[in-house]
Every structure is written in C-alpha cells, then in structure tokens.
C-alpha cells in the first residue's frame, strides 16, 4: 500500500518536472580562448548559471568583452562549453539547435534576395517537408505580424535599418522556435526605431509564447522587456547577480517610464555593472 502511493508521488513529480521544465539551463560553464595557436589559453567565462524558464524573457547584460557573446553562441550549440553544461528544452546542447532563433546585431541578410526570401531562409531547418504554398502561406503571415507586407518583394538595401531589423526577427521566428536568442538587436538603431522595435518584440515574443534571451547594453531596454536581468562582471566573465524585475511583460511603456521603482532598479544595476553595487539580488 505505501509502496504504491510512493509510485504515485514519483509519477507525479515526473509530470510536475516536464509541465515546468526550464527552457535554457547554463550550469558551472567555463569557456578558455586562445588568441594564437602557441599562446596561453585565457579563461572568458568562469562558473557562470543561470536559468531561462519556458515562456520567460531573460536579458544578459554586462560590459564589453565580458563574454555575453560568447554565452549566447555555447547556448546555440555553435561552439562547446570546456567545463559544466548547458541543457536547451532538457536537453543536453549537441551541435546547432534547430528550435532556436538567432537575432543577430547586424541583421545579416542576403542582399541580393527580397525580404520575403531572407524570411524564408528560417524555413531551412524544416522547410524540406512543407509544400511551396505553404512556405508561401507563413512568409505572408511573418511578414503581417512584423508589418513588413508590402515590402516583401523588396530587397534589404532598400528598407531602412529598422525596416533589416524587423526581417531578422521575422526570419528567427518563422520556424516558430521555442527559444529566441537576440545579441544586441537594436544596438545600431535611434531611440525612436529602437523603442518602436523594442514594443514589437515584447508583443511579438509574447504572441509565440517562445522564451528569450536578450544581450543587450541598455539597462533601460533589459527592464522594459525582461522579467530577470543577469549582471555579469568581466576578467573573467562571471554572472555577478540576477535582479528580478517587477511587474508583468509585456510592459506597458508609459507605466514603466513613470515607475520610480524602475528608476531606482536601473542605477541599481548600472552600479552593479560598473561594480560599485553590494551584488545579490535587488
Ligand atoms: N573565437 C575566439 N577566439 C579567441 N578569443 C575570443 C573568441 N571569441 C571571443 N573571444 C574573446 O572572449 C572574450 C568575450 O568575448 P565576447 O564576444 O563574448 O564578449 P561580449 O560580452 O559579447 O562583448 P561585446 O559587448 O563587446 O559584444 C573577449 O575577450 C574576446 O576577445
Ligand atoms: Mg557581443
């Protein structure tokens, strides 16, 4: 009788552990490089652990150099972790993850292909076994929700910046990835463009239900759009601490810029960034 209620639990907990299953777990990963073959290894990242949890919207942010690139390249499977792992969806990362999206700071688009062809290219991974109407079918719709359909015959050097940058994130999303990773997406763009874009993310994240993973400079950006905000501190690169960030997302711009919590949140992080903050949580 006990040791069948005992099965019971551990069913349960069984289920329990997939319902919440976190999408990106990166646990005592450490990264050494060498500049040249014959030189010294030097150690980019040391011990850093975080998590992503399924649906979540996490920013990493942190001074240049310090690794957040990096970071975001192991996660992708492009290159290895040298020490502690790093599961995606619960699985160990093994080579290049197909439900991922990448969003890159310089959109990287084909130029000699239209728009709708560069949103195409995120069907490669799984484009083989869908017919070309159906391709068709959800370029338009990727283009409706990132408001580019009618310029889907155009090519990228005839769209504004803001315009590439809203290509690259159609091509991430397409597939319908269960996690987006996006290094310093809006980095190059003006604050209108860039506060514009930042809106279409929160909605557009929010719409696939996918979790992200933003890198980004701007602690502003990392507090409208995250729910946690993961410090990290360079030489080497270490997460320095993790602030939770009040309130729901998607954020409501006015709101968040009337907040004097949000205030107070971001001199806290830019002292934890420049290293002048007491660490831990907020
Ligand atoms: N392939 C590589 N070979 C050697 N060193 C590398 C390589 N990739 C990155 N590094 C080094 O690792 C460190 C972290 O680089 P990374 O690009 O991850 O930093 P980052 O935090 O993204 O910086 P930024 O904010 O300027 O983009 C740097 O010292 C960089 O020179
Ligand atoms: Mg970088």
Redesign the pocket.
């Known amino acids: 009788m006990i040791r069948g209620r005992r099965r019971e639990l551990q069913d349960e907990d069984v289920l329990e552990v997939s319902a919440t299953a976190e999408a990106i777990v990166v646990e005592g990963v450490d ?1 050494w ?3 040249h073959r014959r030189s010294q290894p ?1 150690c ?2 040391r011990s850093v652990s975080f998590t992503v949890g399924a649906g979540e919207f996490v920013a990493l942010i ?12 192991m996660v992708a499977g492009l ?1 290895p972790a040298d020490a502690g792992r790093i599961l995606v969806d619960g699985e160990p990362v093994a080579g290049i993850a197909r439900h991922i999206g990448f969003v890159f ?1 310089n959109p990287a688009l084909l130029h000699w292909e239209t728009v709708a062809q560069n949103v195409e290219l995120g069907l490669s991974g799984v484009g083989r076994k869908l017919t070309k109407e159906r391709r068709r079918q959800l370029v338009a719709e990727q283009l409706a929700l990132v408001g580019l359909e009618s310029f889907a015959r155009y090519h990228p050097y005839q769209i504004s910046g803001g315009m590439q940058q809203r290509v690259g994130l159609a091509r991430a999303l397409i597939a319908n990835p269960k996690i987006l990773l996006l ?2 997406p809006f980095g190059a763009l003006d604050a209108f463009t860039r506060a514009r874009l930042q809106e279409e993310l929160a909605r557009l994240v929010a719409v696939k239900g996918c979790a992200a993973l933003l ?1 980004t ?1 701007d602690v502003e950006e990392a507090l409208y759009l995250a729910s946690r905000v993961v410090v ?1 501190g ?1 030489r080497p ?1 270490h997460v320095a601490a993790v602030v939770p960030v009040p309130g729901t997302v998607p954020r409501d711009r006015q709101a968040f810029v009337a907040d004097p919590e949000m205030a107070r949140l971001k001199a806290h992080v830019v002292s934890l960034i420049t290293g002048q903050g007491s660490g831990g949580e907020a």
């Open positions: 990264k490089f060498r500049q030097f980019a990242l942190g001074e240049s150099g310090c690794g957040k690139t990096t970071l975001l390249r290159i700071q290094d310093e890198v400079h990290m360079s690169g």
